[in-house]
Each structure stands twice: as structure tokens, then as C-alpha cells.
Nanobody, 128 residues
Framework: QVQLVESGGGLVEPGGSLKLSCAVS????????IGWFRQAPGKEREGVSC????????YYSEAAKDRFAISIDRSSNTVDLQMNSLDPEDTAVYYC?????????????????????WGQGTQVTVSS
């Protein structure tokens, strides 16, 4: 059974940084995708960044591009999301998820409906 546990959320001032980590266990596929998604109050869940299990392909949403960086450590089975220059608009619950690649480009893959296993989420609040 796939299990994902997020950590690293919290309260940060605008312009600050946070690093989210996702501990992944129970994945038996040789190749898969891991994504970070977020959901703000009253909004739909959206893809922030996704990466293939090889680390070869990455995707960033327009909101995340140039500010966030996703990385995978296969030795520890963790996926990190380094978030810099945070803005109040980044306030949301952040979730990591695992899914089969489905033969899709990573940009197309990085949508909530393509991922079947989810963590419990971690709150990120950007406020002064």
C-alpha cells in the first residue's frame, strides 16, 4: 500500500522560504510520477510541480516557475519542494501524490485526476 507523509509546512512571511518534504513508501512500480499539489480555501486543487521517479522530467506551474524547485532522492524515497519568494497567494494546503506515468508528458500528467495515492497534506500560510 502506497503511503505518503508530508512535512515542512508552516507560517512564513512574504518573501520567505519553506521546504516541503514527502516521504514515499510502498510503491512497487518501476516508474512513477510524484507531484505536489495545493488547495486554497474555496478553490480547486491544482498542480504545483511534478517529477518522474527517475528525476529526468520535471514540470512547474506558471505560479511555481522560477520560485520553486522539486527534487527526488531515491535512496531515501523522499521528494522535496523548495519554495522561495513566497507570496500570500501561495497560502494553501499542500499535498504530495503518486501516480503511474500513463505515457503522458509530465506537464500533462501533473493534474490531480491522474494521481491515485495522496498524503494527508501540510498547511502553508504566507502572512505578515
Amino acid at each position: 500500500q502506497v503511503q505518503l507523509v508530508e512535512s515542512g509546512g508552516g507560517l512564513v512571511e512574504p518573501g520567505g522560504s519553506l521546504k516541503l518534504s514527502c516521504a514515499v513508501s510502498g510503491v512497487t512500480w518501476d516508474a512513477y510520477a510524484i507531484g505536489w499539489f495545493r488547495q486554497a480555501p474555496g478553490k480547486e486543487r491544482e498542480g504545483v510541480s511534478c517529477i518522474t521517479s527517475t528525476g529526468r522530467n520535471r514540470y512547474y506551474s506558471e505560479a511555481a516557475k522560477d520560485r520553486f524547485a522539486i527534487s527526488i532522492d531515491r535512496s531515501s524515497n523522499t521528494v522535496d519542494l523548495q519554495m522561495n519568494s513566497l507570496d500570500p497567494e501561495d497560502t494553501a494546503v499542500y499535498y504530495c501524490a503518486v501516480g503511474l506515468p500513463l505515457g503522458l508528458p509530465i506537464a500533462t500528467m501533473c493534474r490531480p485526476g491522474n494521481f491515485g495515492s495522496w498524503g494527508q497534506g501540510t498547511q502553508v500560510t504566507v502572512s505578515s
